[in-house]
């Protein structure tokens, strides 16, 4: 799919797009979302009445998922309980899904974020999980697997489920793809166990939202634990030299933001926070490809506007490092510097939440 047709089948089910043709291609998107319900509620009954068989691995398995399309926070808080767990087990493993051909999954934003931070624990990346957990209990000995993006997942079987939702658009129009950006309908929230609502503020609005939001959930799934958690911005760094920076150089200063990601605002809310006035935006969709002459035209546009620092999210990074570098070679950068923000999950109730993930040992 072309990135004109992905950003305006994005816009479509967003509903940011209004007009006849809208409305028509709505109206088909309805009724393939309907027949997406009758699918993905046929499936489970075929996993109940053992049609279809689940695996069960020798060990725990903690999914870490959401029911909608784009980014929630599941990777930094995959990061977060990896970097909790992972003394207090024998083996530890991060299983995370293919989307796209073999060599391209293994650069992906996630994976290359993960490694990064996880250089010591095992990444396995394929869309066959059931493969990917044999692999991670032969060759490293695992007794707990973390899955990445597994709450759809029904061929493995969890211990713990996590859903990730985002406190600023949870369920979207509350539509099933393609219509909207749900991947379930909400009664499947009662199969979760842990909620971890992202991107929670600190001012009133946010913090009303995330109430809001829980009441909700607790409404639906009484029993499982809710907690909330947000962002902090932890560190800059240069992409190329790694060379870490002090946040508080960017108070007060005027930059340029480039991100390819599901949720640019939260993006730019982190930087914000840091003081800093956002004067240029390109902004593009989750895991876009770019290309020299797109970062050239932008070099150009911070030269014009006398913008010396450009900021990037640590998920762009391994897209933009390449080009970054060659442009560099070639003289096309001197008086501009690109920069990654470096952000950690805060989560709030933290032992209540790691305390529910440690009862698994005890199963």
């Known amino acids: 799919m072309s990135e004109k047709l992905r950003e305006y089948f994005y816009l479509l089910i967003n509903d940011k797009k209004r ?51 784009g980014g929630t926070g599941k990777t930094p808080l995959v990061l977060a309980i990896a970097r909790r767990l992972k003394d207090s087990c024998r083996g530890f493993a991060i299983l995370i899904r293919g989307y796209k051909g073999e060599a391209e999954l293994k650069t992906s934003d996630e994976v290359e974020l993960l490694k990064r931070y996880l250089p010591d624990i095992p990444v396995l990346v394929g869309r066959d999980r059931i493969k990917t957990a044999k692999q991670a209990e032969k060759l490293y000995g695992t007794d707990v697997i973390l899955l990445d993006d597994g709450f759809q997942h ?31 309908p909400l009664s499947s929230l009662k199969r979760a166990d842990i909620f971890v609502l992202t991107r929670v503020g600190c001012d009133g609005d946010s913090i009303a939202k995330a109430q809001a939001l829980k009441n909700r959930v607790n409404t639906i799934n009484k029993d499982a ?4 958690a947000s962002y902090v911005p932890t560190m800059l760094y240069g ?24 949720n640019p605002e939260a993006f730019e809310e982190s930087i914000k926070s840091l003081g800093a006035r956002t004067v240029l935006r390109f902004y593009f969709l989750d895991h876009h490809k770019y290309d020299k002459a797109q970062i050239g035209t932008i070099i150009n546009e911070c030269e014009r506007k006398g913008i010396d620092t450009i900021v990037t999210t640590e998920k762009d990074v391994p897209r933009l490092i390449d ?3 060659s442009l560099k070679a070639e003289g096309r950068i001197t008086g501009v510097k690109f920069l990654a923000l470096g952000v950690e999950l805060k989560i709030e109730d933290e032992e209540k939440f790691f305390g529910r993930l440690y009862s698994i040992y005890s199963r």
């Open 19 to 69: 007009g006849t043709l809208a409305k028509a291609i709505n109206s088909f998107l309805f009724l393939f979302s309907f027949i997406y319900y009758c699918a993905i509620k046929v499936i489970p009954y075929l996993y109940k009445i053992k049609v279809l068989r689940s695996y069960r691995p020798q060990c725990k398995v903690i999914s870490v998922g959401n029911i909608t399309l």
């Open 154 to 184: 029904w061929r493995l079987n969890r211990d713990v489920d996590i859903l990730t939702l985002d406190v600023n658009n949870p369920f979207g129009n509350k539509n099933l793809i393609p219509r909207g950006i749900l991947r379930e």
């Open 225 to 228: 634990l809710v907690v909330t």
């Open 239 to 262: 992409i190329l030299d790694e060379k870490p920076i002090s946040i508080s150089e960017i108070n007060g200063r005027d930059l340029a933001l480039i991100c390819g990601i599901a």
């Open 323 to 325: 080009i970054v570098r």
